[in-house]
C-alpha cells in the first residue's frame, strides 16, 4: 500500500521567504509527527498532531514554525520568515493511534539561501 | 548532556565481522526502546524493538539494561548491504498515549568486501 507522502521532494528558497510543506500520511493513520533532521544529527521532534489537534508542539523552535491538520490527515508546516538555519531535511511520520510504529515518509530537503 | 548518546563512529569493518554498537539515554521515563536504520539521503526506517529481556531477529541482537539506561546492538556476519547509520531511539510514554521518538545522532557502519 501506500506510504507516506511529502511534497515537494526538494524546496529551495530565499532567506526571508515563506514555505509550506506538505505531508499525507499513510490512510487510516490517526496520529502525525513532524521532525527536522539537520546534517549530522538525528531526528528532532516538531510536533505530534492526534487526529485534527496538536497534542505536543514542544518542539516547535519558536513562532515561525506552524503546523495544521485540519482535517486530520494531510498536514502542512509552515515556516515564515525563512531563516539559513532553517535548512535542513523535514521527515513526517504517521502511525495508528497507540503505541505503534511510526512510519516515515522521505522528507522534503530544504535550503535556505 | 543529550538525550539520547551514541558512539559517534563511522565503524568500517570487512564482511563477515561483528560489530556492536552502545546507546545511553538520560530520562530514566523512558518506556520504549529502538533500533533504526537510516541509508544515505533516506528515511528512517525502524530495525527492530528492543525489549528488556533482549531480542534477536536474525543476524541482529538487541540488549536493554534499565538500571544502567544502556541500549546495544550487536549484528553479526555483517553483509555489505548493513552498511547504513544506525539510530538509537527512545520513547517517553505518558499514560499509555503516543509520544514522539528522541533519536540519538546515529552511528554510521560501512561494510567494505
Known sequence: GAG????????VTEKGKYVELRCDPISGHTALYWYRQSLGQGPEFLIYFQGTGAADDS???????FAVRPEGSVSTLKIQRTERGDSAVYLCASSLAGP??????PGTRLTVL | RKEVEQDPGPFNVPEGATVAFNCTY?????QSFFWYRQDCRKEPKLLMSVYSSGNEDG?????????SQYI????????????ATYL???????GGSQGNLIFGKGTKLSVKP
Do not use: H, M, W
Not at chain 2, 538520560?26 to 523512558?30: E, K, Y
Not at chain 2, 543476524?59 to 538500571?67: P, V, W, Y
Not at chain 2, 546495544?72 to 552498511?83: M, V, W
Open chain 1, 4 to 11: 507516506v507522502s511529502q511534497t515537494p521532494s526538494n524546496k
Open chain 1, 59 to 65: 518542539g516547535l523552535p519558536n513562532d515561525r514554525f
Open chain 1, 100 to 105: 505503534n510504529e511510526q512510519f516515515f515518509g
Open chain 2, 26 to 30: 538520560s530520562n530514566s521515563a523512558s
Open chain 2, 59 to 67: 543476524r541482529f541482537t538487541a540488549q536493554l539494561n534499565r538500571a
Open chain 2, 72 to 83: 546495544s546492538l550487536l549484528i553479526r556476519d555483517s553483509k555489505l548491504s548493513d552498511s
Open chain 2, 88 to 94: 538509537c531511539v527512545v520513547k517517553l510514554n505518558y
